[in-house]
């Protein structure tokens, strides 16, 4: 009998029984593995989805949601913006998304408020996605989830982790903020500085609640809050103002664009990163590492935040969560060299 790789010669479009014949297996483990069944061989799913590759098979989305009584469609509603934390959040949630069979439909809408929302929901379920995940960092967006239909499973990414009755997967702001400035408190700093993101944003909120409670827990004096947006010139703002007070040694800075235009400031006010003032950071972007000096920063692990949503959004389209389940992923502090000991 011929080999199964060498069997298969396909002058039409490709069917999934094209895929089981090529990768010796049946048309269910097929259909098993672009569903994302947990009970197939790991060995078993990659020889289905290399025959896949191979013969540049695509689902039949339409015949699939027949057949399951599921749509391979998730919506996505997410704000028109470039910020490195929402934008690496959707990346994330895509790829999570795809290597499971689904296809992801993204609304972006200018506005994070209640009807841009609403409307944005309100497609998704015209389209009859099997479920919605909403990125919503701000207040606004959050008020506006109370107002949408509940009929479609629903998941929000990095909203209010107060709020009760809603699905939920967001970072531990407050637990990153903690690692930053317990790292700036241990090496001898007398208190930290805060440069904060956005009021309205609760990821600069719970950053900012971090900060406050872990300088109260070490019995240090929280300085006033130098409140700024999520950019470098926002930041560089902040800097400026700082570097004048020599009682400044060590600054926690809501966003690592904050922490650039920081270390701008300080640089051309005279005073050195770390020598006489220690930086920290919070996201780890990919430029992190570069900056002069290299950042310290804290890591969100956005991949596992994007996995646990997906998680918890199939879980809800199945019926197996009551859809007020919440997920916290906790942070890393990544030490580079932009922290030292104050030389006074």
């Known amino acids: 009998m011929d080999h199964p790789s060498s069997s298969v010669r396909v002058n039409r479009e490709p069917a999934m029984t094209d895929v089981a014949r090529l990768a010796g297996v049946s048309h269910q483990t097929v259909s098993r593995v672009l569903n994302g069944h947990p009970n197939v061989r790991e060995e078993t799913r990659l020889r289905v989805r290399a025959a896949i590759a191979q013969l540049g098979y695509r689902p039949n989305r339409a015949a ?9 469609l998730i919506g996505v509603v997410a704000q028109n913006s470039t910020l490195f934390g929402p934008s690496s959040l959707l990346a994330a949630f895509e790829l999570a998304a795809a290597a499971q069979g689904f296809v992801v439909s993204v609304r972006r809408v200018k506005v994070l408020d209640r009807d841009s929302i609403t409307a944005a929901v309100e497609h998704h379920r ?27 499973p629903l998941v929000t990414v990095d909203g209010d982790p107060e709020r009760a009755g809603a699905a939920l997967v967001t970072v531990d702001q407050e637990a990153g903020a903690r690692l930053a400035v317990r790292h700036l408190l241990e090496a001898g700093h007398e208190t930290v500085w805060h440069v904060s993101g956005p009021a309205d944003w609760f990821d600069a909120a719970g950053r900012m609640r971090g900060w406050r409670r872990t300088l109260e827990e070490a019995g240090a004096e929280a300085p006033p809050v130098s409140p700024a947006d999520w950019s470098a010139a926002s930041g560089y703002r902040a800097g400026l103002m700082l570097a004048r007070m020599p009682e400044v040694t060590a600054v926690f800075a809501a966003n690592d664009h904050l922490a650039l235009g920081i270390l701008r400031a300080m640089y051309e006010r005279g005073r050195s ?5 220690s930086v920290v950071g919070f996201d780890d972007v990919p430029e992190a590492g570069y900056f002069i000096p290299p950042l310290t920063t804290v890591r969100p692990d956005f991949d596992t935040v994007a996995a646990q949503a997906l998680s918890l959004l199939l879980s809800g389209i199945s019926g197996e969560e009551n859809g007020t389940a919440r997920r916290v992923v906790t942070p890393t502090l990544v030490e580079r060299d932009s922290v030292g000991s104050p030389t006074r």
Request: net charge negative; aromatic share 0%; no cysteine.
């Open 64 to 72: 699939r949601t027949l057949a399951t009584g599921r749509s391979q």
């Open 126 to 152: 015209e389209q009859r996605a099997a479920g919605i995940v909403v990125i919503a960092p701000t207040a606004a967006a959050d008020e506006a989830l109370a107002e949408v239909p509940t009929d479609t």
């Open 273 to 277: 990163v770390p020598g006489d003032v």
